[in-house]
């Protein structure tokens, strides 16, 4: 399972996307990643972090297939 932190999401229905403009930290149990601001464009499946992005990954950390 993994855990979004920020002080701030938007989500615009319309477009499906979720947004912050304030740090954002994204982790699980094994790894981290560390970045200014954030989009989920949750009809591409997909994550966009910019601004000082950083991360520490785990072989450990969870599959993104987990069935």
């Not at 989500?11 to 930290?25: C, F, L, N, P």
Request: glycine share 4%; charged share 25%.
């Amino acid at each position: 399972r993994y855990v979004l932190t920020s002080e701030t999401l938007h989500y615009a229905k319309k477009t499906h996307i979720i947004r912050s403009g304030s740090r954002v930290t994204v982790n699980d149990e094994y790894s981290v990643m560390k970045a200014d601001s954030m989009e989920i464009l949750l009809n591409r499946d997909q994550v966009i972090l910019k601004g000082h992005v950083e991360g520490r990954f785990s072989e450990n950390s969870q599959d993104s297939n987990p069935l």
